[in-house]
């Protein structure tokens, strides 16, 4: 199993970046295809991004795509998001999260605990 803390939220003005890391605990880190989701107020979870095991495919949302840059480091057991051009409409709670499965997708069972990110006009 693998446990996950997020970190790295906080408040920024539009157009600005910030990244967001996601720590992962365990000796299997580098087995799980890794994913970020996140949830606004009011509103369901949805999907960001994700990497495969290596680091080697990534997806993004469509609403994200041009912006937002999904990484991770093995050897450190890290998870990353690097968010550009910040728009007020990105103002969520991030979650990262892991799947067994070594893709980008499958199901992802294990999740951290979320760090919130609000963008400001």
């Known amino acids: 199993q693998v446990q996950l803390v997020e970190s790295g939220g906080g408040l920024v003005q539009a157009g600005g970046s910030l990244r967001l890391s996601c720590a992962g605990s365990?000796?299997?880190?580098?087995?799980?295809?890794m994913g970020w989701f996140r949830q606004a107020p009011g509103k369901a979870r949805v999907f960001v991004a994700a990497i495969n095991w290596r680091g080697t495919s990534t997806i993004y949302t469509d609403s994200v795509q041009d912006r937002f840059v999904i990484s991770r480091d093995n050897a450190k057991s890290t998870l990353y998001l690097q968010m550009n051009n910040l728009k007020p409409e990105d103002t969520a709670v991030y979650y990262c999260?892991?799947?067994?499965?070594?893709?980008?997708?499958?199901?992802?069972?294990?999740w951290g605990q979320g760090t919130q990110v609000t963008v400001s006009s």
């Open positions: 999260a892991a799947n067994p499965s070594g893709q980008t997708g499958g199901n992802y069972n294990y």
């Open positions: 365990g000796r299997t880190f580098s087995n799980y295809g």
